[in-house]
């Protein structure tokens, strides 16, 4: 049977294609872990309880969370930078929610972009709301030029960290380029995590956690990966772990 992956949705404004708002995953996402021999479900969004966040996912083998919009900085105590955008504290409730009841269950967990500002936040963690605020020792593109217009990011080279779960994860693919898209980088690490990448201005790339198989990147492996082995790697990885745990 194949491994139930769930994959924290997302809510989105009304547009063309539904006049009423609508719970979404990015295609990408579902097809890196449908690749990976996973099967993803996406969750609709709502208020839960530890107790409902735990038997929610104790349906599933593991979790996946997306990139997108910023996290509300009223979650980490700061006021809102005026380059912080698409704010919707219903998302961050529920994927916040869901990162905690993961670690609980100790389920393999993996956190993109977004995602892993998320579980960050989620564990006391704060972020930087604008990475063009911070006087950095060289310059390295995290995203495109006229962000968040155009659509696809850019790529930079990343250091990893021997005896994580990362780099066990890349083992005999080599270290991929991160595949950067996003304007807010992690600040103090969440209780629990330790960073294992860095770009070369020092911005963490990944961190991850001792609950189980818990791994969070800063940037997107499922859009090279069907043409980059290292990137889908991550994924295969993610679904073998989710594979083990479900027994």
């Known amino acids: 049977m194949l491994p139930l992956i769930a994959v924290a949705g997302r809510i989105g404004a009304r ?38 966040a735990d038997a929610l996912l104790a349906r599933f083998a593991g979790l996946l969370l997306m990139g997108g919009s910023d996290v509300d900085p009223a ?54 709301q604008h990475l063009a605020d911070l006087d950095l020792p060289v310059e390295v593109a995290h995203a495109p030029q006229g962000f968040p217009s155009p659509t696809e990011g850019v790529e930079h080279p990343i250091d990893v960290a021997s005896g994580s779960l990362l780099a066990a994860a890349l083992q005999g693919y080599g270290t991929p380029p991160a595949i950067s898209y ?28 001792a609950d189980g198989w818990f791994v969070c990147l800063q940037w997107h492996p499922e859009d090279t990966a069907p043409r980059d082995p290292s990137q889908q790697r991550i994924y295969d990885t993610f679904v073998e772990r989710a594979s083990l745990a479900q027994g």
């Not at 996402?29 to 409902?52: F, K, M, N």
């Open 182 to 209: 996003h304007h807010q980088v992690v600040d103090q690490l969440g209780k629990g995590f330790t960073a294992t990448a860095w770009a070369a201005d020092g911005q963490v790339e990944a961190m991850e956690r």
């Open 15 to 52: 547009g063309k294609v539904s006049r009423l708002e609508v719970s979404f995953a990015g295609r990408r996402y579902l097809d890196a872990v449908l690749r990976a021999g996973g099967e993803p479900v996406t969750l609709a969004p709502r208020d839960l309880s530890d107790a409902q």
């Open 75 to 128: 979650v980490y105590g700061q006021e809102r930078h005026e380059r912080t955008y698409g704010v919707d504290r219903r998302n961050d409730d529920f994927e916040m929610a869901l990162c905690r009841a993961a670690a609980r269950l100790e389920m393999p967990t993996l956190a993109v972009c977004r995602g892993m500002q998320v579980a960050n936040v989620a564990f006391g963690g704060t972020l930087h």
